[in-house]
C-alpha cells in the first residue's frame, strides 16, 4: 500500500533552515507529482509546493525564493529545503500524492521562532 513518510522537522529560530524528507513506497514513484502542504494552527491546509514528474516546480508566493521542493527518483524521496524560515511559516509539514485516491503522510511539525 501507499505510505509517505515526513520527516526533518524541529524548531529554529527566524533565519534559519530544515530540510524537510518524505520517503514514499508503495507505487511508481518516478512517474508521479508530489507535493507539499502545511497546516498552521487554526488555519487550512495549503499547498505549499509541488513537483511533477519530470522535475518542473511550482510554489505559493509566501515561500518562493525562499523554499525549494526537489525529488530522487533512485531514493523515491521528495524534499522540501526552507531557508530563511519566518515565524509565519510554524505549521504542521505534509507529505501529498494524487492517485486514484488522495494519499497523505503523517505530517511533521516545523517551529519558527523570532
Known amino acids: 500500500q501507499v505510505q509517505l513518510v515526513e520527516s526533518g522537522g524541529g524548531s529554529v529560530q527566524a533565519g534559519g533552515s530544515l530540510r524537510l524528507s518524505c520517503a514514499a513506497s508503495?507505487?511508481?514513484?518516478?512517474?508521479?507529482?508530489m507535493d507539499w502542504y502545511r497546516q498552521a494552527p487554526g488555519k487550512q491546509r495549503e499547498l505549499v509546493a509541488s513537483?511533477?514528474?519530470?522535475?518542473?516546480?511550482n510554489y505559493v508566493d509566501s515561500v518562493k525564493d525562499r523554499f525549494t521542493i526537489s525529488r530522487d527518483n533512485a531514493k523515491n524521496t521528495v524534499y522540501l529545503q526552507m531557508n530563511s524560515l519566518k515565524p509565519e511559516d510554524t505549521a504542521v509539514y505534509y507529505c501529498?500524492?494524487?492517485?486514484?485516491?488522495?494519499?497523505w503522510g503523517q505530517g511533521t511539525q516545523v517551529n519558527v521562532s523570532s
Open positions: 501529498h500524492l494524487t492517485l486514484q485516491n488522495d494519499y
Open positions: 508503495g507505487f511508481i514513484f518516478r512517474i508521479n507529482g
Open positions: 513537483i511533477t514528474s519530470g522535475g518542473r516546480t
